[in-house]
């Protein structure tokens, strides 16, 4: 279930925001720091956790999840692919997801959740990238990739916007979101761990 497998159609949606972004004369390392403005925004809304800020919170995770496309594309329409783009590009996608789940976790105000949602998203990454260290080439398999972790946390929001309260067991749909995100977070990474494992 993920859909880094449909980057290629959503590279076909992009054209005009990398013309965009190109106009504007931007660099692809501009879109990126912008993209992880929009993921603090996003962080900023979910910790005020009110319906109109899980709605506005939803809308910033979309742009940050968007923009982190363009700035791979704009890259390439620009001839510009380096190292040091791609490492700023993953250090920022993983503060982006720290303070995404952070605001997450403390708009209904459960720390031990979050930290275990937190540590489930960024062992999944972990996992891809040192998979990639050994040799065995980058891994973006399992169960949730980074792009059904923002869609998720996009639909999430919304929803949350229209129903905020808990729904069972004293937990919200944000806190529900964040459960999934601890236990597929941990298998994903655990899968790729097999996976690689396997192939050594």
């Given at each position: 279930?993920?859909?880094?497998?449909?980057?290629?159609?959503?590279?076909?949606?992009?054209?005009?925001?990398?013309?965009?972004?190109?106009?504007?004369?931007?660099?692809?390392?501009?879109?990126?720091?912008?993209?992880?403005?929009?993921?603090?925004?996003a962080g900023a809304a979910f910790y005020v956790a009110t319906p109109l800020w899980y709605a506005l919170g939803a809308f910033f995770v979309f742009?940050?999840?968007?923009?982190?496309?363009?700035?791979?594309?704009?890259?390439?329409?620009?001839?510009?692919?380096?190292?040091?783009?791609?490492?700023?590009?993953?250090?920022?996608?993983?503060?982006?997801?720290?303070?995404?789940?952070?605001?997450?976790?403390?708009?209904?105000?459960?720390?031990?959740l979050g930290l275990a949602a937190v540590t489930g998203v960024l062992m999944t990454s972990y996992l891809g990238t040192q998979i990639q260290a050994?040799?065995?080439?980058?891994?973006?398999?399992?169960?949730?990739?980074?792009?059904?972790?923002?869609?998720?946390?996009?639909?999430?929001?919304?929803?949350?916007?229209?129903?905020?309260?808990?729904?069972?067991?004293?937990?919200?749909?944000?806190?529900?979101?964040?459960?999934?995100?601890?236990?597929?977070?941990?298998?994903?990474?655990?899968?790729?761990?097999?996976?690689?494992?396997?192939?050594?």
């Open positions: 279930m993920t859909l880094d497998q449909y980057r290629s159609v959503a590279d076909r949606l992009l054209s005009p925001f990398v013309s965009l972004a190109d106009s504007a004369g931007l660099s692809p390392d501009g879109v990126s720091v912008i993209a992880f403005g929009f993921a603090v925004a742009c940050n999840g968007w923009l982190d496309l363009v700035d791979g594309a704009l890259a390439r329409e620009q001839d510009v692919a380096s190292a040091g783009g791609d490492l700023l590009d993953h250090v920022l996608d993983r503060y982006a997801d720290i303070v995404i789940l952070a605001g997450l976790a403390a708009g209904i105000d459960n720390y031990a050994v040799g065995l080439g980058r891994e973006y398999g399992g169960l949730l990739g980074r792009a059904d972790r923002l869609a998720l946390v996009g639909v999430t929001g919304a929803l949350a916007a229209i129903a905020p309260g808990e729904l069972v067991a004293g937990l919200t749909l944000v806190g529900f979101l964040l459960v999934l995100f601890a236990v597929v977070g941990h298998v994903t990474a655990l899968q790729r761990f097999w996976g690689a494992w396997s192939d050594l």
